[in-house]
């Protein structure tokens, strides 16, 4: 008999699946044609299984909604990209690789900004600075796992979502799931003095149930940031400011160097974050040095 299940986690050769209508997870093998043809489901998918004898497997991928390629993650809802001003410090630039590639995928993104108790007053500027840019943007939440400041806005935005929690590996994103639902008791593990920065203390994608409703993908370091499969014509549309501006005076404009740039302009009048800006500039040359190779 075919049943239903979502996929919530992978474990060796074989994945667990959540029936749909029992709740009860099985532990699925995988058909040999998924190997032949190179599919493989990802966790978040919708799969169809049978028991075959004492195990279960995978008999096939019900079509998806969405794909998110880093983390690699299917039918997700939202995705809440996490980061932190201090410890570890996290540049702008990476932020805005990470929103591009969320964009790329069309999901709906949330800003979460963790260790909000750590920012001192000489960072305080720099940190309303980001806040005021990103949230013409984007939902912006200011959040301490610490603390608990924000935990109670976090959890409403989880209801009744499938999310994926993604950020560069040490700014909280595990600390931040065990402070909102303690039961799941993830590993988690401090910041490097000597190079600032986290170390992975996820090692693979899992779905997991929140107590108080939806689900959420605890994901590996979203420290690789991989875009190659972009080009410098579509890498504009990634930018929602951009979008929501006027018509340049060439419909084909990249906004680099072309005459009659509305971006640019508005780039010098402060209707578009300089920082935003560089940040495109940098990626777009990156992309077209790489198509040149």
């Known amino acids: 008999m075919i049943r239903r299940g979502l996929l919530v986690k992978f474990i060796s050769d074989s994945a667990i699946v959540e029936d ?31 028991d075959v004898g004492n195990s279960a497997v995978i008999e096939s991928i019900l079509k998806r909604r969405n794909e998110l390629t880093r983390p690699k993650v299917a039918n997700v809802d939202q995705v809440l990209a996490v980061f ?30 963790n260790k909000v108790d750590l920012i001192e007053a000489a960072q305080k500027s720099k940190f309303e600075q980001i806040v005021k840019t990103y949230e013409r943007l984007y939902p912006v939440h200011c959040v301490s796992a610490k603390t608990g400041k924000g935990l109670a806005e976090l959890r409403e935005l989880f209801k009744g979502k499938i999310s994926v929690l993604a950020g560069p590996s040490g700014v909280g ?38 107590p108080t409703g939806g689900w959420v993908v605890d994901t590996p370091g979203f420290a690789l940031l991989d875009l190659s499969h972009l080009n410098v014509e579509r890498l504009k549309y990634l930018w929602p400011e951009f979008r929501q501006s006027g018509e340049c005076l060439f419909s084909d404009c990249v906004h680099i160097d072309e ?23 940098k990626l777009y040359f990156s992309i077209l040095e790489r198509s040149e190779k």
């Open 20 to 50: 749909l209508e029992t709740r009860q997870r099985i532990r699925c093998f995988l058909r040999g044609r998924f190997r032949r043809t190179k599919t493989k489901p990802l966790v978040g998918d919708i799969v169809e299984y049978a």
């Open 84 to 113: 932190t001003i201090v410890k570890p410090s996290i540049e702008v630039f990476t932020v805005d690789t990470m929103l591009a590639l969320i964009e790329d995928a069309a999901l709906s993104t949330v800003i979460v900004i």
């Open 173 to 210: 994103k595990s600390t931040l799931l065990n402070s909102l639902s303690p039961s799941l008791h993830l590993k988690t593990s401090e910041v490097s003095p000597k190079t600032g920065r986290g170390r992975h203390t996820t090692t693979s994608a899992e779905l997991l149930e929140l």
């Open 259 to 281: 005459p009659g740039c509305t971006i640019k302009k508005q780039v010098e009048t402060g209707q578009i974050s300089p920082s935003r800006y560089e940040s495109y500039r």
